[in-house]
Structure formats: structure tokens, C-alpha cells
């Protein structure tokens, strides 16, 4: 199939995990911009709907706009591993 007739990602990616009987959809949206306004990255994640973080970042001028969006990335993967870790502990008694 030609590169052209590829869906979006943003249309057809879902991540799904099983955990016993549970589904869990993680939905992660990031974003990362230079202008004359500034330099700066975001990071929304949603599981089941439900909007778990929020995140934006202000950046040093001198990055380049593929550093900031490549920072909003690692973002979003540190702050999904630390919903994870904050699910699995058990409440507290």
C-alpha cells in the first residue's frame, strides 16, 4: 500500500491491555511547538475516558521543535509508568 493511503495514527491506534478480566484503554496525546511566542511541550493521558495528567512545559529557546516534541514523548512514558505504579499500590489503611 502506498505511504499516501496509510490511515492516521490518530484514527486507528488504540492501546489495550489485559490485566485478569480488566481492559484498560491508555490514550496519550502529546505536542511540542517553537515560535516567536516561546518554546514549549504538553502532555495530556486519558484512561477509560478519564483524564488522568496534564502537563505542559516551558522550554529553553535554543531547542529545536523536534527536541520539544521528542521531550513531550518522554514525558508522557515517565508519567504512564507512574499511573501504572499509583493503580497497582494497594490504598492505604
Not at 24 to 33: A, H, L
Not at 72 to 78: C, F, G, H, S
Request: charged fraction near 25%; hydrophobic fraction near 35%; proline fraction near 3%.
Amino acid at each position: 500500500m502506498e505511504l499516501n493511503n496509510w490511515s492516521h495514527p490518530a484514527y486507528v491506534l488504540s492501546i489495550m491491555e489485559v490485566n485478569g478480566y480488566k481492559e484498560q484503554t491508555i490514550q496519550v496525546y502529546t505536542d511540542g511547538n517553537k515560535s516567536e511566542h516561546g518554546v514549549g511541550s504538553g502532555v495530556a493521558i486519558f484512561v477509560k475516558d478519564e483524564l488522568k495528567a496534564q502537563h505542559k512545559y516551558k522550554l529553553d529557546n535554543r531547542c529545536s521543535n523536534n527536541q520539544v516534541e521528542q521531550l513531550a514523548i518522554v514525558k508522557a512514558l515517565e508519567m504512564i509508568r507512574e499511573i501504572k505504579i499509583e493503580e497497582n499500590t494497594p490504598p492505604a489503611r
